[in-house]
C-alpha cells in the first residue's frame, strides 16, 4: 500500500455514448474499470470533495469513483462521483500522484 492512499475505491468508465440535447456527447452507461483501487477520499470542503489516486491509475474527466472504503472493508462514502479534472502531483522521482477534483453526483449514470 501507497502510505497515505487508506482508502479503497471503484473506478467506473463511460460504456455507451449519445448525444445530449446541445449537441454534446453524453454517457449513457458505465463498466466496472477496477476495483479494490488505492485512494484517499477528502470530504474536508463539501463543496470540493477531492480523492488521490496513484499516478499509473488509468483515469479520465467523465470516469465515476464509487465505493469507498477502508482496508477494513467500513464504508467511508457510497458515492457516486464524477471526476471532473486530474491533476498530476510531481515528486522528487517523477508523477506521484493524480488528484481528482469531484462532483457528488445522485445516481451513477448523471451526467
Not at 42 to 71: K, N, Y
Not at 82 to 95: D, F, H, M, N
Amino acid at each position: 500500500m501507497i502510505r497515505g492512499l487508506v482508502h479503497r475505491c471503484t473506478v467506473w468508465t463511460p460504456a455507451g455514448q449519445a448525444t445530449d440535447a446541445y449537441g454534446q456527447p453524453a454517457p449513457t452507461s458505465f463498466a466496472t474499470a477496477a476495483t479494490d483501487v488505492p485512494c484517499r477520499l477528502s470530504l474536508i470542503d463539501a463543496d470540493r470533495p477531492l480523492a488521490l489516486l496513484r499516478a499509473e491509475q488509468s483515469l479520465g474527466p467523465g470516469d465515476r469513483l464509487t465505493d469507498v472504503q477502508t482496508p477494513a472493508g467500513q464504508s467511508v462514502d457510497p458515492g457516486p462521483f464524477a471526476v471532473l479534472s486530474i491533476e498530476r502531483l510531481v515528486g522528487r522521482a517523477g508523477v506521484a500522484f493524480q488528484r481528482c477534483q469531484l462532483q457528488r453526483l445522485i445516481s451513477l449514470d448523471q451526467t
